[in-house]
C-alpha cells in the first residue's frame, strides 16, 4: 500500500517516466526507502488503472511514457498524508549477522563492517551534494528536513561502525 503512495507523492513533485521515478527515488529517499524497478512498474500501471495517474507519451526513440499526477491522485495522496498512521519496517542483514555471529566469524563480518562503512562515507559526499543543491531552491523544507535525518542517522552509524570495527580487531 505504501508503495503506491511513495510513487504518487514523488509524481507530485514531478512528472517522470518509470526509470527516472527510480533513480529519482534511490536519489533522494532511498536511504529509507526502497523499491525494484518491476515493483515501480507494476505499481505505476496500478495507479494508471485506479485513475490516480496518467501516462503522458514521450516522443522519442524509446517510446518512454511519462507518468503524472493527476487531481483524483492529489486527492488519495493527501487522504494518506492526512491519516496519521505510518509504519517503520527496518531490516538490517548486516546486524542479523552481528547479532547471531560468534568469535570465529568475526573475520569475514569485518569485511562487510569496512565495506558498509566505506559506502556510508561515499553517501556523505552524496549528501553533501544534496544540501548545496537545496540550499539553491526555494521552498525546500520537507527536503531538508528528511535529509537532515539522512545526515544524522548516516553519521551516528559511521561513527557506531568504527567503534565496532576496532572493537573487533581488539579482539581477534
Known sequence: MSTKFALLGLLNKQKM????????ANESIGFFWNES???VHRTLNLLA???????LPEKGSRNKNIYAINDRGRQALSEWLSNHQHTTIYRDELLLKLFVSSREDYPA???DLKN???ELEMQRQVYAGLQELLSTRVDNLS???VLEYGIVQNEVTIEWLKKTIETIEEII
Not at 488503472?49 to 501516462?55: A, G, V
Open 143 to 145: 527536503f531538508d528536513l
Open 37 to 39: 524497478y518491476s515493483n
Open 116 to 118: 558498509v562503512l566505506e
Open 17 to 24: 517516466n518509470a526509470y527516472e521515478l527510480v533513480k529519482f
Open 49 to 55: 488503472e485506479e485513475n490516480l495517474i496518467e501516462k
Open 109 to 111: 563480518l569485518l569485511v
